[in-house]
């Protein structure tokens, strides 16, 4: 969800590695979407093909979409200040729009991750004004390390009665009219009822926290010129590589023998469930690090002409992301066709390969014709209030697609 920047030389490269790592993380959340057909999989979850798509890319995804929504932050402010102006209100108003299009969205699906975006970048408004970089970095780790996973950690092993509570997230009282409910039930379940595990589970398990590590450092990376540059910073993209994946082979194969020596400890469920969530969220945050350098690396190589495919696609992010929403919601759910216990996880995969084909495909074709995604155009004209942004392409200029 960033503007492109005019096409000059490293300048116009650094947003195309940008887009590309945005229109991976795109796809790979769609994936994830898909086998579990839109969260009603979780009703009865059975093992098979969708384990290891979840173990790939659930959590990882979306982290490394909030990586690029602080990289974005940096962007728009950036360019403001070589402009003289302050984007601060705006970048606020900007950020009302696009939460009332995430509530819009939610009403269709309830795991709208919009509206957290929107909430949780008001507080990149403050944290930018740091201007020490060496400072920005050490919040961004302080977050990163789920700071609110240890203080429930250290509470409910010390016995606080708030902390050994069950967690809120696990109960859906919404999930018997995903599964049962028309149409009109299931919009009014989204409204409220539907929302609330989605909100409990983003503070109890510390991810409101680690999204906004993940800003912070996404807007580091722009301001250090992480992804303008990428030569200059191979050797250092490596070794953070190889750490990144030591850390996530480790959390993942020796994460059951160092949980139960924790819970050996006797701290009790909540402490239990808590130092559960932490090894997790470093399986996946070394998960997030390792897809976003490997692909870099390989925005390096002959790979590019592969992974340049996915550039329109992390150009329309915001367009389809809720396009997918409001095609497969339907297919899935029980005021629809109620696919979701019809499918097996191999059709699931399969149709899922093939809408991802099809948006590579229509994105490339769209920014043929097009300068934005269809949303991206309203999010851009309502956030300036000015009808004149330029939407379609001129005919001189339309086979160019990278030309904005």
Known sequence: MVETLPAHGKRNERIAAVDIVRGFALMALFLVHMMESYELYWSNPQPGVADTVFLLFMGKSFSLLALC??????ILMDRAAQRGEDFSLRFAWRLLILGAIGVVHGVIY????????????????????????RLLAAIAGFL??????????IAAALGADWANQPSRSSHDPAMATYLG???TQTLHANLWQGQMPKWWFMF??????????????????GRVGFFERLDRFTRARRVALGCCVGLMAASHFWR?????????????????RMFDAILASWF????????????????????????????PVGRATLTLYILQSVIFVPLFYN????????????????????????????????FVHFHYGPIEWVWRALTYWRRDVPFRREPARAGGLCAA
Not at 111 to 133: E, F, K, T
Request: charged content about 15%; some cysteine.
């Open 110 to 133: 309830r795991g709208d991750i919009i509206q957290v975006l929107a909430v949780i970048g008001m507080l990149l408004l403050a944290i930018h004004r740091v201007r020490d970089n």
């Open 256 to 272: 059951g023998w160092v949980f139960n020596g924790f819970a050996g400890l006797g701290y009790g469920d909540g402490a239990n």
């Open 204 to 221: 109890e398990y510390g991810r409101i926290v680690q999204i906004l590590g993940l800003f912070v450092l996404g807007m580091l990376l």
């Open 335 to 366: 005021f629809g066709l109620g696919l979701w216990d019809d499918w097996s996880q191999e059709t699931r995969l399969s149709v899922a390969l093939g809408a991802i084909g099809l948006q590579l495909w229509g994105a490339r074709l769209w």
């Open 144 to 153: 990163l390390l789920a700071p609110s996973l240890w203080f429930q950690l």
């Open 69 to 74: 929504f602080g990289f974005s932050f940096f």
């Open 181 to 183: 409910g028309t149409f």
């Open 284 to 311: 996946e945050l070394a998960g997030t690090f390792t897809w976003g350098l490997v692909i870099l690396e390989l925005c390096r190589t002959p790979a590019i002409r592969l992974l340049d495919k996915l550039a």
